[in-house]
């Protein structure tokens, strides 16, 4: 495998090697950095390559579908906040096993969503045009955390948003790894929107118990929808099957499908903690929800030497 050492972010140099007409297009962001967009009779998406996060998806005919903060910016440094971050290589603050006894910076999920993902090739397919980004090895040099791995992330639009990231250790140990696809959807109204799909799983209560830093023995147990009239932040335990927010004042469904993945998060922080956040805007809250395909310390993925794992979530909107 090659290493890709220095990021090119130039779009005329990016659309001159990868830019397909109509298709796959490299431009320059209003929010200051980067992006390759791609087009589809059904559908556009926009992703930064910072944090190799998409910002954008709309579905022809629809309003966007990802919630974006007012605040965002692709040249701040600082973690966008909307759209898909990707958490990597580690959900939420790291789980005990992995910072035991190490020195190091160990920011709030992992530091892909604050790196610049190199553009490494486009292309269009049945299911529609596609990018792939990777973050290589070099680039998280001196973070502390002991792991030599290289993640590469594709996105197709077409009919459906697909994101599908792939992590391939490099290193002579196993890896271990926790990571999420942290979707934001833009929502009418919170206390409009329920999320279907986890009725009986189990649940990590994250406002009762914090953070998921090991595997609790605590836990509580979801029946029927999900519905918000407060802070919602849990971890839904072996599950694997769709999750759909269905959203009665946009009159819409949004649907996830995922692989390699058996920890669903949903999260809303409502009003004191998006007051808290600063970056959500006033009454914010009332417009997103975070339903995520995630590996958590409840289901960790061991990579071994060599190896490759892959995490892959598909989004689908049509009507409620
Ligand atoms: O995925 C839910 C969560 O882990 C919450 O606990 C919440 O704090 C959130 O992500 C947002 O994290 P951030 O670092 O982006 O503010």
Known sequence: MTMLKNVEANPETLNARMGITGRVRFEASALGGPVVVLEHPRGRATVALFGGQVIDWQP?????????????RLDAGQAVRGGVPVCWPWFGPPGRSLTEGMAGTWPQH??????????VETGDSMAGPWV???????AM????????AEVRLTVVVGETLELRLVTRNLGSAPLVLTQ????YFHVGDIEETRVEGLDGHVFHNAVALGPALAISSTLNSQIGAVTFAGEVDRIYLEQRGPVSIVDRRLG???TMTKRGSASTVVWNPWRDKAGNLGDIGAEGYRRMVCVEAANTVYDAVTVPAG???????????GPA
């Open 60 to 72: 022809a005919g629809q309003a966007a579908v990802l919630w974006l903060s007012p605040a965002a």
């Open 110 to 119: 992992g530091f892909a969503r604050t790196a610049t993902w190199q553009a």
């Open 132 to 138: 792939t980004l990777a973050l290589t090895a070099p």
């Open 141 to 148: 040099a001196g973070k502390g955390w002991p792991g030599k």
């Open 180 to 183: 999420a696809l942290h979707a």
């Open 252 to 254: 819409r469904r949004i």
């Open 307 to 317: 190896g490759t794992t892959e995490l892959a979530a598909v989004y689908e909107c």
